[in-house]
């Protein structure tokens, strides 16, 4: 073997020792911190959907609390209550056939020429005043109808269809078996005024002993809630929803209640709303059908344990590929040229060793016995 040959393969140890000592732990820690540049990239890209979603839940939650304290400031006015009052001083003295038999007297005409002075007065007194000025005041209130303890209608800001409410499952709500509940409707839409309304109802309580004396419902539009939620856009994928507990959606992006769509980001986060674990987390990785795969944070209203008409959830998604964007083109530079290291100390090794294997085969060519036996 030649001196020049040996020296080439301890040079060629030598950088293959450097590169084993310094390339690949190198690289193999490169591509360890890129998988874990991931995981961290998608915890907190999941995290932000998921505080977005929060916010956007509580806006939402507030405004929905805020309509229900416009509704109980009515509820509590001395002319609302006072109304209520007189109206259920008239029954004193009457046996409860007598009290039915007079409101079913009074239901019968109540849309009839007979009524229209009796309609007259009641949507003229103190407190259908009151009800106008409050729908004056705040447009988003439709109607209001204020009942007294039987369920009569004693004011309103319009002529009610009926006279008698008791027999409507919105003020049993709001009776409640005589307790008197807060009691709200879930979001509908309205085809001819193309609105999007909930029902509140709140009991009108004597003053002191709580006992029930009447109700005042509302029918709110709730529509300037939507542009919290469809501000919510950001990227070329993120968008927000806010979905029923159906999945039906209300409100989104290009998406209005009156479609009655299906969210699919509230298919795939369904389950994990029904674990603690899964609320905590408050996102997920899912594959959306059209969608590809999608970040989605998301965050309950918490609108149901006041209100168990009001299911509602908020759902933030973007595309995963966006979302990781950043993160995935540091990763892959990272693991081409951990990926690229490794092999290139692998090619060096297979050189290495085949240039020894090489020398030793010269060596055994050229070995004295060899030599001998070719001598003789």
Do not use: C
Not at 27 to 43: I, M
Not at 190 to 198: A, H, L, P, R
Request: hydrophobic share 40%; charged share 25%; proline share 2%.
């Amino acid at each position: 073997m030649s001196r020049e040959n040996s020296d080439l393969r301890i040079s060629i140890r030598r950088l293959l020792i450097l590169l084993m000592v310094t390339v690949v732990p190198f690289s193999v820690l490169g591509l360890f911190t890129s998988a874990q540049s991931e995981n961290a990239q998608e915890k907190e890209a999941g995290m932000l959907l998921k505080t977005v979603a929060e916010g956007i839940s509580a806006e939402t939650s507030r405004f929905i609390h805020n309509r229900v304290l416009d509704i109980h400031k009515i509820a509590v006015d001395p002319a609302v209550v006072d109304t209520i009052n007189a109206a259920n001083r008239g029954y004193q003295g009457m046996s409860e056939a007598a009290v039915t038999e007079r409101i079913a007297g009074i239901e019968k005409t109540w849309n009839t020429p007979a009524s229209e002075a009796r309609v007259k007065e009641k949507l003229s007194n103190s407190a259908s005043r009151l009800l106008r000025r409050h729908r004056t005041v705040d447009p988003r209130i439709l109607r209001i109808t204020v009942t007294d303890q039987k369920g009569a209608t004693i004011a309103a800001t319009h002529k009610t269809l009926d006279y008698f409410q008791a027999d409507e499952e919105y003020w049993q709500n709001i009776h409640a078996n005589g307790r008197g509940a807060v009691s709200l409707t879930d979001i509908l839409y309205d085809e001819v005024t193309k609105s999007n309304y909930i029902g509140v109802g709140v009991p009108v309580l004597e003053e002191g002993s709580n006992t029930f004396i009447g109700t005042v419902d509302a029918l709110i539009e709730v529509s300037s809630l939507f542009p919290i939620i469809t501000r919510a856009e950001f990227g070329e994928t993120g968008r927000a929803a806010l979905v029923k507990e159906d999945g039906t959606v209300i409100s989104a992006p290009n998406t209005t209640l009156s479609m009655r769509l299906k969210s699919d980001e509230y298919t795939a986060v369904k389950d994990r709303l029904t674990t603690l674990s899964g609320r905590q987390t408050g996102y997920l990785l899912a594959d959306l059908p059209g969608g590809g795969r999608n970040l989605i944070g998301f965050a309950d209203t918490g609108l149901k344990e006041d209100y168990r008409s009001l299911g509602w959830t908020v759902l933030v998604s973007q595309s995963s590929r966006e979302a990781f964007a950043g993160v995935r083109t540091a990763g892959r530079l990272m693991i081409v040229l951990g990926l690229g290291g490794l092999a290139a100390v692998t090619l060096l090794a297979v050189f290495y060793g085949m240039n020894r294997r090489r020398s030793y085969a010269g060596l055994e060519r050229s070995s004295p016995s060899a030599v001998n036996k070719a001598t003789v």
